[in-house]
């Protein structure tokens, strides 16, 4: 069985088929202090893009010592506008210095004509959409030399519009532009919920062979009305059915990068800590089966 995931152009240091945790400020001392047994850590790269300063730092002692994935949220592969060129300069320019395992992006979009959000607006799935963010896929791989991964998104309403199925729209963007998926299970979890999809379908859709990495976090539930709504506000641990998802998919078809994702009531380095061996525990049993299925 393979130890990494590996990606175009010159990488030091891939990503390994363990557990990792999204880096937060917060954590910074306690990382470089203790040195956990984390296989590699995940950053957001707009908070990393200044030209100096503590982040900068930070970042450089810790990737020293992990392996390392960012997971842009700025690109906004789905805008209909043309792609900032500022934006993939400045993402080149941390690709090229912490030389990171993998590089990945949502399938969303971000950017209007002279605005910006922090949100990540869901896309029509339809043919003309998708030749879009297949052309900006595309640009994005060109520019860095290496291909990204792109994620499934969280979603709260479906549009008229639609042509597809979300799964695949996914599936078929990568396959299109030779990008690869970050599979985040808790999104699938929560979408499904919120539109009556199956997983199972969902999953299956997924060829496994194109999953890099995947992702694992806490949603919280609003009660409207008579209908649940399921947020994706990765603000609390992941709950026991993405476990329970997470443990099958990986049983029946084997490890990949996993990461532990927690941006909102971030909680001191233990709990957090504690998440990250929870799913190391899963891939380590995983690897084993494997291992002796091989041999």
């Given at each position: 069985?393979q130890?990494?995931?590996?990606?175009?152009?010159?990488?030091?240091?891939p990503?390994?088929k363990?557990?990792?945790?999204?880096?937060k400020?917060?954590?910074?001392?306690?990382?470089?202090?203790?040195?956990?047994d984390i296989?590699?850590?995940?950053?957001?790269?707009?908070?990393y893009?200044?030209?100096?300063?503590?982040?900068?730092?930070?970042l450089e002692?810790?990737?020293a010592?992990?392996?390392?994935?960012?997971?842009?949220?700025g690109t906004s592969l789905g805008?209909?506008l043309?792609?900032?060129?500022?934006?993939?300069k400045?993402?080149?320019q941390?690709?090229d210095?912490?030389?990171p395992g993998?590089?990945?992006?949502?399938?969303?979009?971000?950017?209007?004509y002279?605005?910006?959000?922090?949100?990540?607006?869901?896309?029509f799935?339809?043919e003309?959409?998708?030749?879009?963010?297949v052309?900006?896929?595309?640009?994005?791989?060109e520019?860095?030399?290496?291909?990204i991964?792109i994620?499934?998104?969280?979603?709260y309403?479906?549009?008229?519009q639609?042509?597809m199925p979300?799964?695949?729209?996914y599936?078929?963007?990568?396959?299109r532009s030779g990008?690869r998926?970050?599979?985040d299970?808790n999104?699938?979890?929560?979408?499904c919920n919120?539109?009556?999809w199956?997983i199972?379908d969902?999953?299956?859709?997924?060829?496994?062979?194109l999953?890099?990495?995947?992702?694992?976090?806490g949603?919280?539930?609003q009660?409207l009305?008579d209908q649940?709504?399921?947020i994706d506000d990765?603000?609390?641990?992941?709950c026991?059915?993405?476990w329970?998802?997470?443990?099958?998919?990986?049983?029946?078809?084997?490890?990949?990068p996993t990461?532990?994702?927690?941006?909102?009531?971030i909680p001191?380095?233990?709990?957090?800590?504690?998440?990250?061996?929870?799913?190391e525990?899963?891939l380590?049993?995983?690897s084993?089966r494997y291992?002796e299925?091989v041999?």
């Amino acid at each position: 069985m393979q130890d990494t995931i590996t990606t175009l152009g010159s990488v030091a240091a891939p990503v390994p088929k363990r557990a990792g945790a999204g880096l937060k400020p917060k954590h910074y001392q306690s990382i470089i202090e203790q040195q956990p047994d984390i296989g590699w850590f995940e950053v957001h790269p707009e908070n990393y893009m200044g030209k100096g300063g503590p982040p900068l730092h930070y970042l450089e002692r810790i990737r020293a010592d992990y392996p390392l994935s960012l997971h842009s949220v700025g690109t906004s592969l789905g805008s209909h506008l043309p792609l900032d060129l500022g934006h993939l300069k400045r993402l080149k320019q941390l690709v090229d210095r912490f030389e990171p395992g993998l590089v990945s992006e949502h399938l969303s979009w971000s950017h209007g004509y002279e605005w910006y959000t922090h949100d990540l607006i869901p896309l029509f799935y339809t043919e003309e959409t998708l030749r879009l963010i297949v052309e900006h896929i595309d640009q994005v791989q060109e520019y860095l030399g290496r291909e990204i991964l792109i994620e499934n998104p969280s979603s709260y309403l479906l549009f008229r519009q639609n042509e597809m199925p979300e799964q695949f729209f996914y599936v078929e963007a990568a396959k299109r532009s030779g990008a690869r998926l970050l599979l985040d299970i808790n999104n699938v979890f929560v979408s499904c919920n919120n539109h009556g999809w199956s997983i199972a379908d969902y999953l299956s859709a997924v060829p496994h062979e194109l999953v890099a990495e995947i992702h694992l976090a806490g949603h919280s539930i609003q009660e409207l009305g008579d209908q649940t709504l399921r947020i994706d506000d990765h603000g609390s641990p992941v709950c026991s059915e993405v476990w329970q998802l997470y443990q099958d998919y990986i049983n029946t078809n084997g490890a990949a990068p996993t990461l532990i994702e927690w941006d909102t009531n971030i909680p001191e380095f233990p709990e957090l800590y504690q998440e990250v061996r929870f799913a190391e525990a899963y891939l380590q049993t995983t690897s084993e089966r494997y291992d002796e299925a091989v041999v």
